[in-house]
């Protein structure tokens, strides 16, 4: 359908309105300010309502992405929220951090000339616009139907998953194992990124549907699944990948080496950025992150904004190659956080003191690295890094953050026998999100090993759908 | 929030506390650790489950007073309720099969040696406890270790109460003398623990640490608590926290654990401050 606006023929986005970078690199508020109305209808109007929709293709959870821009076109808000949350329960979320530049926006027809259509801040303006003017009675608690399901894990996967059983009307508990729900989008993903409250929003809207939130249940050890099935009808785990990867290179024990995970949830799930906290964090001058991923883009800015004064990420391969959002690494930039990209660490060496009561002693003092050409593609297709013999170079650093991927928690698996896992720990489960154990399904991190938002939202919501069957057609 | 049942101090700076968690208390085992908040801002800090009562649904655990948040801990009293309080974490401590075992505690670490050699008595194990403490004051669990043990040692440092030295005296001298034993099972500082393996690694008896390192979550997801064991890197808080002591590496442990030392003593004065301004 031809689209009723007049198409704005602007080749690039609306610039998106961001605070400074040397203002925003010295504290945690949000960096992205968001589309004003008028901003989201242009940049909604740059849409060509194209008859194929290559948008809808390119994004995992299947957002009715031209209709719902259409209404923004109009300024219809509300209806374009609704469009968007017939497809995605955490709007607000995945318009923030999603890698739309790889998805929709990746398909975009305007892009083949200029930029595609900003369609992640438009997400992100429709869900900020409904969380600011719906009012919380708007929410219709739906009729039970007497059947009880429990979810494991409170990240993405496990939000989405419970949030659409409880609309069918189901009884639904969420057990979490650290003090706070949310997951990876508290503990992980820092506020300058993604606000907190944001988050809780998210959690609140679930309880004023019915759903339980038991925090504090580390599954696998106070409760097993076989104890669960015992009490629910089905249950959902989505705990993620929270068991981050080192390098196995020496000196990755000192004081001063930290797991991207440890940095990130000291930060962010235990506030160690505000002056009052009780969570300690280091304060270094010279901080090298390891890895190239928006894990990495977090900890670097992170570690600037806690007072750092040089900030590296050091990656093995090209800037083209960063697998971070493409914004994460233009902003990273802006606030000059400085790439050494084809580069590897070989060893983290010690401050130089043999008395075990000097303070200094066991310290990181520097990073010694390899520097890296690209050869040929390697099996995911991308090129290959290869060492330049002989090319070693030592950095003064005081601080090394490992930023290498995450492997799924083996808790669940240590303690659920009849779990099929596969060689890394990940959780065998069909398209459905079905385990090796009728009634238990899987889904996010968990299954896939460390992936997006959206793609753990998209299993939750599979997930639920197949749940959903399984307990109608018992 | 979970209710503190019943506080009792056991010196000036040792405190045991009962805390209402049915669920932790129905599958804790020796050997295994929670990890708790006090309030809604507080740090998390593993502590060593000290026992369960199943039928009165309640978590022992047993503190000492070093911190901001073992203070602030500390100021709670019955009645009072605490934030947080999860677990169990940590694989359980192997004591099946034993049949003479050593229990070695340093200090606060009696309190979770204690339990184990408990349990070791309970399942027919000859139990020899040797218990070490700065000075007479800062003693705790005797009779409870003496109810479990068919031989018993009290050291101070200053021997101002049982005989005078380390733990390592009496142990030497039964292992000179020839007395072997299945399996030491030591709990205390770290450097404590570093010489116990030392003294039993000539006789190649195994021996068994519970390492109690800087964690956050407790459930694998930080990597904080890493050590080496036997050259590989370890997390405490799911490969152990029990580890065969002669694979440690006790001096990198050492450096580790005191990662946040200035910055812990600051906090706590800080609190210690907090509290006698309440005071006044």
Sequence with gaps: MPPKYKINLDLVKCPMPAQDPNVRNKNFQEVALGYTAEMAVEEAKRCLQCPKKPCVDGCPVNIHIPEFIAEVAEGNFEAAYQIINQSSSLPAVCGRVCPQESQCEGKCNRGIKGEPVAIGRLERFVADYHNEHASADSVKRPTPNGHKVAVVGSGPAGLTCAGDLAKLGYDVTIYEALHLAGGVLVYGIPEFRLPKAIVQKEVDGLKALGVKVETNMVIGRVLTIEELKEQYEAIFIGSGAGLPRFMNIPGENLRGVYSANEFLTRSNLMKAYLPDSTTPIQQVKNVAIVGGGNVAMDAARTAKRLGAENVYIVYRRGMEELPARKEEVEHAEEEGIIFKTLCNPVSIGAADVTDPRDPAYGTVASLTCIRMELGEPDASGRRRPVEVPGSEFTMDMDCVIMSLGTSPNPLIKQTTPDLVTKRRGEIEADEDGLTSIEGVYAGGDAVTGAATVILAMGAGKKAAAAIDKYIQEK | ?280
């Excluded at chain 2, 408990?118 to 270790?145: A, M």
């Excluded at chain 2, 440690?248 to 907090?274: G, I, K, P, W």
């Design chain 2, 1 to 280: 929030m979970y209710r503190i049942a019943k506080k009792r101090i056991l010196n000036p700076t040792v405190t045991e506390m009962e805390i209402e968690a049915p669920l932790v208390a129905r599958k804790a085992q020796p050997g295994q650790f929670i990890i708790l908040r006090v309030d809604a801002d507080g740090e998390r800090i593993p502590l060593t489950i000290a026992g369960q009562d199943v039928d009165a649904g309640t978590v022992k655990i047993i503190f000492q007073v070093v911190g901001a948040t073992t203070e602030k801990l500390n100021h709670k009293n019955e009645g009072d309720f605490i934030q947080d309080f999860v677990g169990p974490l940590g694989t359980p401590t192997h004591v099946e099969g034993l049949k003479k075992v050593c229990v070695v505690g340093g200090g606060v670490g009696c309190a979770i040696a204690m339990p184990i050699a408990q349990k070791l008595h309970e399942l027919g194990c000859e139990v020899t406890s040797i218990v070490g403490f700065r000075n007479k004051d800062l003693v705790i669990l005797e009779d409870e270790f003496k109810a479990c043990s068919s031989r018993f040692f009290m050291m101070t440092d200053d021997g101002s109460y049982g005989e005078q030295g380390n733990v390592c005296v009496p142990l030497n001298k039964m292992l000179e003398a020839g007395e072997t034993f299945d399996q030491v099972i030591t709990i205390g500082p770290l450097i404590m623990m570093k010489f116990v393996c030392l003294a039993t690694k000539p006789y190649d008896i195994k021996t068994i640490v519970s390492m109690n390192p800087i964690m956050v979550d407790g459930t694998g997801m930080c990597g904080g608590c890493r050590l080496t064991v036997g050259g590989e890197t370890k997390f405490a808080c799911v490969d152990g926290p029990d580890f065969d002591g002669h694979l440690v590496d006790f001096d990198e442990a050492m450096s580790r654990s005191r990662a946040y030392a200035a910055f812990e003593r600051h906090q706590h004065e800080e609190t210690c401050n907090l509290f006698k301004k309440e005071v006044q």
